[in-house]
């Protein structure tokens, strides 16, 4: 049996063992629907899950992430949004790529974010790489929350699952830089936003 197949399979058997299981699996409160991808805290106006709990969130716990309530996405959900196609030279193998994804300013908007342009964000990434920058800075150089990479959705461990990034052949002044110098506010495996006002 290839891989594919079995993989396949076990997820048929997934599907059909599921309900049996279903009334001894209790979610935790911090969980929403489905598992979450992308958290979004801080200035926001919409929240579905509650506050961060060390012991269940390690991951941004040990990045000394904290917030009292927050707003989650699904894969689906930040698939589902309206995407646009950007089409960047990389710095990983100096190749154009064509990655797509929603505006980082509708994920933000999805969450409540503020509109004001000195509204402070921050990008995080699975490996606790952080970047700083602002709404105004999001807009002008169009920020996309990429999913997928040449038509392929981008996995954890690689650049994904979702990627923070932005067209730098087409920002002049970033055109301008060495490769490698160019993306330093993407941050590839983005798992966290934290919306502070001015």
């Known amino acids: 049996m290839n891989k594919r197949q079995f ?12 309900p049996a299981f279903a009334a001894t699996n209790t979610k935790h409160p911090a969980c929403a629907a489905a598992s979450a991808i992308l958290t979004v805290s801080g200035a926001i106006k919409r929240t579905n899950r509650g506050a961060l709990d060390p012991a269940f969130d390690q991951l941004m716990a040990k990045q000394l992430v904290k917030f009292p309530e927050a707003y989650t996405f699904d894969y ?8 646009v196609t950007i089409k960047p030279t990389i710095e990983y193998d100096a190749k154009q790529h064509t990655l797509s994804g929603p505006l980082l300013t509708n994920v933000l908007e999805q969450a409540g974010a503020p509109n004001s342009g000195d509204t402070k964000i921050a ?5 606790g790489y952080t970047v700083l920058t602002t709404l105004d800075n999001v807009r002008a150089w169009k920020f996309v929350v990429a999913t997928h990479m040449d038509g392929k ?16 052949d087409n920002i002049p002044q970033l055109a301008a830089k060495p490769l490698k110098d160019r993306f330093v506010l993407c941050p590839w495996g983005l798992y966290h936003i934290q919306v502070s006002e001015a």
């Open 7 to 18: 993989l396949t399979s076990a997820a048929a058997f997934g599907a059909a063992v599921t």
């Open 76 to 83: 689906p959900s930040v698939a589902g949004l309206p995407a």
């Open 123 to 127: 990008l995080r990434a699975v490996d």
């Open 153 to 168: 959705p981008m996995p954890l461990g690689g650049l994904g699952p979702l990627w923070a990034i932005y067209d730098a």
